[in-house]
Nanobody, 125 residues
Framework: QVQLVESGGGLVQAGGSLRLSCAASGRSFSTYAVGWFRQAPGKEREFVAA????????SYADSVKGRFTISRDNAKNTVYLQMSSLKPEDTAVYYC??????????????????WGQGTQVTVSS
């Protein structure tokens, strides 16, 4: 069992930056791949980025490539999402999720086993 808690969301102007954190508790977190997803009002939850268990492999949605960076510190049981050059269309609730296939880098919601409660990111124009 893995519990995930996101933090770091907030209100930022377009062009600004935020760093989200996903803190995990539970056994063997370092063996899980972790993904970030987001959900805007009235829209489906969508993939943002993912990182393999050891951090060597990453994957990004085209909409955030070059602006967002995912990383992890297994010693701290934490995964980060550094977001730069934010746009109003990045406004959403951001969720982190963990999957037990350590190197899959899934892009679908159904591929993930554990989810956090989400953190709101609002980008003003």
């Amino acid at each position: 069992q893995v519990q995930l808690v996101e933090s770091g969301g907030g209100l930022v102007q377009a062009g600004g930056s935020l760093r989200l954190s996903c803190a995990a508790s539970g056994r063997s977190f370092s063996t899980y791949a972790v993904g970030w997803f987001r959900q805007a009002p009235g829209k489906e939850r969508e993939f943002v980025a993912a990182i393999s268990w050891g951090g060597r492999s990453t994957s990004y949605a085209d909409s955030v490539k070059g602006r967002f960076t995912i990383s992890r510190d297994n010693a701290k049981n934490t995964v980060y999402l550094q977001m730069s050059s934010l746009k109003p269309e990045d406004t959403a609730v951001y969720y982190c999720a963990a999957e037990s296939t350590p190197a899959r880098l899934g892009v679908r919601v159904v591929e993930y086993d554990y989810w956090g409660q989400g953190t709101q990111v609002t980008v003003s124009s």
